[in-house]
C-alpha cells in the first residue's frame, strides 16, 4: 500500500488557536475528527496524525556550512501555514481521495494529499 500525506492548511498567515473557536462548534469539530480518526484506525488506514503548534514557535535550523545557523521562526514567510497532518495508507489514489473527502468534511476545511515519496529501487 502507497502511504499518503493529508495536510491541513490554514487559510491565512493569521495564526489561529483553539481557544479562537466557539466552544460548542469545537466540540463538535472534535467529536467529528474523532469519528473520522476511529473510521481510519478500524479499517487499518491510519499510520499517525498530528496538530502542529504555530509557524512562531519553529526554529530553523541551517547546518549545511561550517557552523550550525538558529533562527528562531519558520523559514518562510507565507500567506498560509500548515496546521497539522495525517499520514495514511490507501491502495490507490482514488481511495487516498476518499479519506480526504472525509477529513475535509469533518475539519470543514480544504484538506490537501499527496502521496509519499517511495524509495528509489
Do not use: C
Request: proline letters at 7%.
Amino acid at each position: 500500500m502507497t502511504q499518503y500525506f493529508l495536510s491541513l492548511p490554514h487559510d491565512s498567515a493569521e495564526e489561529i488557536s483553539m481557544e479562537d473557536i466557539d466552544p460548542a462548534e469545537l466540540e463538535a469539530l472534535m467529536a467529528d475528527v474523532e469519528a473520522f480518526n476511529t473510521e481510519l484506525q478500524s479499517t487499518g488506514s491510519f499510520v499517525f496524525a498530528g496538530g502542529l503548534q504555530p509557524p512562531s514557535t519553529a526554529t530553523t535550523v541551517d547546518a549545511s556550512g561550517d557552523t550550525p545557523e538558529f533562527t528562531p521562526g519558520p523559514f518562510v514567510k507565507a500567506s498560509e501555514y500548515l496546521g497539522g497532518f495525517w499520514v495514511i495508507e490507501a491502495d490507490n489514489d482514488d481511495d487516498a481521495i476518499e479519506w480526504t473527502r472525509k477529513a475535509s468534511r469533518a475539519l470543514r476545511s480544504r484538506v490537501e494529499v499527496r502521496a509519499l515519496q517511495e524509495a528509489p529501487a
